[in-house]
């Protein structure tokens, strides 16, 4: 069930991939927020939603591959609804990890999560398996509890590098020119093709005497002599 599931996350982290990469590319800061957090998002909330299921309906998912009207059988499935339960919260930290690697690679950063993963399932995941399975005799069930702990460490610091990541390419908007950073214009537009009054545009600095505007929602940079750019108003 969780091999299944995983397959949706697998594929919007290869879309996340791809767009992330585009809006990176493109130069839009904005865009790359919000195709990573939505990628993010999805995964998360499917993945969640499906352990819950697997947790509600462990004894018929079990029923599928077992006869549970069989005495001889009950052992083996009281084994396979632990399993389930394990699979469930295994699954949502699965999702979320690999949904973060393909953010992060979006935006060129394969280094971190190759380290993460590196660290998260041989220095934890691997020493925690063995301490719960064998140490405290937890058997099969402490095995996969320690990959759980596993991969939990490795979502975890995923999140915290993508919003990290997230803070320095937006931050690279304000940061990219000295001068008066941060200061927002109101912008009065007179296109009458695509009119847009009071666009923000966000004042980075000046180069060579001349003002750079660089528009709020798209992080583009306007050019001050364009018709379109009739008045300013601070």
Avoid at 11 to 34: E, F, I, W
Avoid at 103 to 130: C, E, H, K, Q
Avoid at 150 to 156: D, I, N, P, R, T
Avoid at 189 to 216: N, S
Wanted: proline share 3%.
């Amino acid at each position: 069930c969780a091999a299944l599931t995983f397959m949706i996350p697998f594929g919007l982290s290869q879309a996340a991939t791809v767009r992330v990469g585009l809006a990176a590319g493109a130069g839009d800061r904005r865009g790359v927020a919000l195709a990573g957090w939505a990628a993010f998002g999805l995964g998360l909330v499917f993945m969640s939603l499906t352990a819950i299921l697997m947790a509600l309906l462990r004894w018929p998912i079990v029923g599928l591959f077992l006869d549970l009207d069989v005495a001889a059988n009950l052992l083996v499935a009281g084994y396979a609804v632990q399993f389930l339960i394990v699979a469930g919260l295994f699954q949502v930290f699965d999702g979320t990890q690999v949904t973060a690697i393909g953010v992060l690679r979006g935006v060129g950063d394969t280094r971190t999560p190759f380290l993460v993963n590196l660290m998260g399932y041989w220095v934890i995941g691997i020493p925690a398996s063995l301490l719960l399975g064998f140490t405290l005799r937890m058997q099969t069930v402490g095995v996969w509890w320690g990959l759980v702990i596993g991969l939990a460490v490795v979502a975890v610091i995923l999140v915290v590098r993508l919003r990290k990541t997230f803070q320095r390419e937006i931050g690279r908007l304000t940061r990219s020119l000295p001068g008066r950073e941060g200061r927002v214009l109101v912008c009065q537009r007179d296109d009458q093709r695509r009119r847009r009054p009071g666009a923000l545009l966000l004042h980075l600095g000046e180069e060579g005497g001349v003002p750079l505007l660089v528009r709020r929602e798209s992080a583009r940079r306007a050019d001050h002599r364009r018709p379109a750019l009739r008045r300013l108003v601070r």
